[in-house]
């Protein structure tokens, strides 16, 4: 069973690089490509990563001699033919983010690239390969409703692509309740919005705004709490991502804003589990925490029960 979340390619490809230069051979080079703006995705982030470290293990054993590993996340423009056939309808309308894995190693010939994703196919020795890493990748791609691309040449290393599906475009998923009517909300709610990450920003301003809300966004912590003390009307809610980049983080700022705005009402949101975790031990009972992605109507639920449970 996957659990698709939020993904951010840039943290996860910089972690793996961590780990991997920790654990393998000082002669394999490792190198990131990945623009810190590189969109999310939505994704397994356990299934993922561990697709990627197969990709990265097979590409360490296709260089015995040492090379480099090179890895890249961009946001793409056009899908490469042969991707747009398998995705279909799909790869038609969506958004998707290219994650690759480039080696210099030994390569492939025609005929391995052709069986490279049947299970338990392997040119490595008995008991070194059983056959089942790209098998494996390949259908945690196709679940993720992504697609997989080789481009290898014997003697010319070997490039392997992820196309998966850009967060923000995937359909919201299905919450069981969603369908017992929109969630009504006071008239002209003003709401402080605080969220780095531009994309996500423009989505989570627009549903708001259809919600009726009046927006002000910020793209962090600092520039919020300026906001709010200039603003002559008063914020009823603050609607804040918990990592906010550099800065000062969103639970630090639903703290400092509370103490000096008491009737506001916090919503935090995160893609991060873990964030989620933390951030539930120091918040208050009238604090609600929202785990991205999530749809209008959940938003709207979540701000109808912070602002009926703010002080
Ligand atoms: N980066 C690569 N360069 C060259 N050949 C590769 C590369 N990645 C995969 N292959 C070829 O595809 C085959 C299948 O790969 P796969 O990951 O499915 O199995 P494996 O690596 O042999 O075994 P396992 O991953 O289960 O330990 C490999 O045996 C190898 O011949
Ligand atoms: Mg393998």
Not at 10 to 37: C, E, F, K, N, Y
Not at 291 to 307: G, M
Request: overall charge negative; glycine content about 8%.
């Amino acid at each position: 069973m996957l659990q698709p979340n939020a993904v951010d390619p840039h943290a996860m490809l910089h972690s793996l690089a961590d780990m991997l230069r920790r654990t393998l051979d000082q002669r394999i080079g490792i190198v990131i490509d990945a623009t810190p703006d590189c969109p999310p995705v939505l994704a397994d982030p356990g299934q993922l990563e561990s697709a990627l470290l197969n990709i990265a293990i097979n590409a360490r054993d296709a260089m015995p001699e040492g090379g480099t590993l090179h890895f890249r996340a961009e946001a793409c423009g056009a899908l490469p033919r042969e991707v747009l056939n398998e995705l279909g309808e799909a790869g038609e309308h969506g958004s998707f983010v290219a994650i690759s894995v480039a080696d210099s190693g030994t390569g492939m010939t025609e005929e391995v690239k052709e069986r490279a994703f049947e299970p338990f196919f392997t040119t490595k020795e008995a008991g070194r390969g059983t056959g089942l890493g790209l098998s494996t990748v390949y259908g945690f791609v196709k679940q993720s409703k992504g697609a997989i691309a080789i481009a290898t040449q014997p003697g010319a290393g070997t490039t392997v692509t992820l196309y998966l599906p850009q967060l923000f475009d995937a359909a919201p998923p299905a919450a069981p309740d969603d369908d017992d009517g929109e969630q009504a909300l006071p008239a002209g709610l003003r709401v402080m919005l605080v969220e780095d990450d531009a994309e996500v920003r423009k989505v989570v301003h627009t549903f708001l705004a259809t919600l009726g809300c009046e927006v002000v966004a910020a793209e962090n912590a600092e520039q919020a709490l300026v906001q709010m003390e200039s603003d002559t009307g008063a914020f009823d809610v603050l609607l804040s991502d918990i990592a906010l980049g550099p800065g000062m983080r969103g639970t630090r700022l639903a703290a400092e804003a509370q103490q000096r705005f008491p009737r506001l009402a916090i919503l935090l949101m995160s893609g991060f589990s873990s964030e989620l975790l933390d951030a539930d031990r120091e918040a208050p009972p009238s604090w609600e925490l929202l785990r991205k992605p999530y749809s209008r109507a959940e938003l709207a639920r979540a701000l109808a029960r912070v602002l009926a449970a703010r002080p």
